[in-house]
């Protein structure tokens, strides 16, 4: 159900009042159903009927990506050759969003730590592998 005009129905309300409250430099992680976000110690809003690559094409439609950093996009990489294939999925809604995004791949446990200095976690029903991706927050101008 959409309650105001132009917001996407998947997204929870806790999860636009979080994006508002952050600020630039924030970082913001979407998670699939296996990451273990409970045990990361940060807020998580459950988005439990929803793919990973539907939360982001979502949510890019407010939030703006950084663009005083090197890296403002990161990925999970799966440690092999052959990258997962929800990957192109997001490289083709970034694209789509007009936003400046440069993205990084990080080994998992190196995730997990971004993870846990992130402002909060939105953790989807994705059940494709290493469906996990983290925005950092950007201006608006």
């Known amino acids: 159900m959409e309650v105001l005009k132009g917001i996407p129905k998947i997204i929870p309300p806790k999860v636009m009042e979080m994006l508002m409250e952050m600020g630039?430099?924030?970082?913001?992680?979407?998670?699939?159903?296996?990451?273990p976000a409970h045990s990361m110690g940060v807020p998580v809003i459950r988005a439990d009927?929803?793919?990973?690559?539907e939360m982001l094409q979502a949510v890019l439609k407010f939030l703006p990506l950084d663009t005083y950093t090197d890296y403002n996009t990161f990925l999970m990489d799966n440690g092999k050759e052959e990258k997962p294939e929800v990957w192109k999925s997001y490289e083709e809604i970034l694209k789509n969003s007009g936003e400046d995004y440069r993205?990084?791949?990080?080994?998992?446990?190196?995730?997990?730590?971004?993870?846990?200095?992130?402002?909060?976690?939105?953790?989807?029903?994705?059940?494709?592998?290493?469906?996990?991706?983290?925005l950092k927050k950007g201006v608006v101008t």
Do not use: C, M, P, Q
């Open 103 to 134: 993205i990084k791949a990080l080994e998992r446990f190196e995730f997990y730590e971004r993870v846990r200095k992130a402002y909060f976690i939105v953790a989807t029903g994705e059940t494709r592998l290493y469906a996990n991706i983290i």
């Open 49 to 53: 009927g929803t793919r990973s690559d």
């Open 24 to 35: 630039h430099g924030d970082e913001l992680a979407i998670v699939d159903a296996n990451f």
